[in-house]
């Protein structure tokens, strides 16, 4: 079993080549459901459970309407919290500057958490995204890293670094370049070895991705590029299609290869 702890929002994404700064920008505008948890979650293709939370807006009530019917999905509603939402600026498909509140998801309870977790079966996996708040991350780190398989997803820079000193004894990290900064302040392999990381995935758009495991970089290069319209969710998209294979017996380097071929098909299909 596979249960993620994470951000279910409304995704807000202007695209266009070019935004110019300091006025308003004709754009492309698309509304949507997102959040990293949640995309991770809708990716999975193997038994998964997801737990978010939201406010008690209607922005927020649409966005928990999607999962409204699906019995392995546990929505806590947070009063006053305000509204769960990312907004993202892509250029040329990439992200040029991002948003996000989500103040719903930060104050999830550890021991409401805890609970709906449960007993851990050997092997299971664990994820948790970086929108939860830090000391959450850390209790449950504390509480299941030595008990199944933890995943961290950083989501950001600084959100990453907020997060850094809650982590030890995981199983997978997922930082782009930049989040893996962030985390190790340049040393990833004496972090991970200090902190007892079993393995880091570092995404690096357009050039694949490094798997860093026992002190060893080893390199992915994608089998092909794809000029994508928009590469929003992209990287929750490479994390499912990872755990998918970890869950079915793939080894990293194996479930790695695998999952990088499944994102290019997809950015493929969104870009047709």
């Known amino acids: ?134 000391d959450l991350v850390g209790t449950l780190v504390d509480r299941f890293a030595r008990r199944m398989r933890v995943v961290f997803e950083p989501v950001s820079v600084e959100k990453a670094a907020r997060c850094r000193h809650a982590l030890h004894d995981l199983f997978l990290v997922t930082p782009t370049e930049e989040e893996a900064a962030a985390l190790c302040g340049g040393d990833l392999a004496g972090w991970m070895a200090e902190r007892r990381i079993a393995n880091a995935v570092v995404t690096r758009g357009p050039d694949g991705a490094v798997l860093h495991a026992a002190g060893v970089e080893r390199q992915f290069a994608p089998s092909r590029v794809v000029a994508a319209a928009d590469t929003t969710g992209a990287g929750d998209q490479l994390l499912a299609a990872l755990l998918d294979g970890l869950h079915g017996g793939l080894g990293m380097p194996e479930a790695l290869r695998a999952a990088m071929k499944t994102v290019e098909a997809w950015l493929e299909k969104g870009s047709a």
């Open 1 to 134: 079993m596979i249960r993620i702890v994470g951000a279910l929002c409304i995704d807000i994404v202007a695209r266009r080549d070019t935004f110019a700064a300091g006025t308003s920008n004709p754009s492309r505008i698309s509304v949507g459901i997102g959040g990293v948890g949640y995309r991770v979650y809708r990716g999975l293709s193997v038994p998964a459970r997801f737990l978010t939370a939201i406010g008690d807006d209607p922005l927020s009530a649409l966005a928990g309407r999607e999962l409204a019917s699906d019995p392995s999905v546990a929505v806590r509603v947070i009063p006053a919290a305000g509204p769960s939402v990312y907004l993202a600026l892509m250029e040329r498909g990439r992200l040029a500057v991002g948003a996000s509140d989500l103040a719903a998801i930060e104050r999830l309870g550890a021991a409401d958490v805890q609970a709906w977790i449960g007993e851990p079966e050997p092997g299971g996996l664990l994820v948790l995204d970086a929108n939860l708040a830090p």
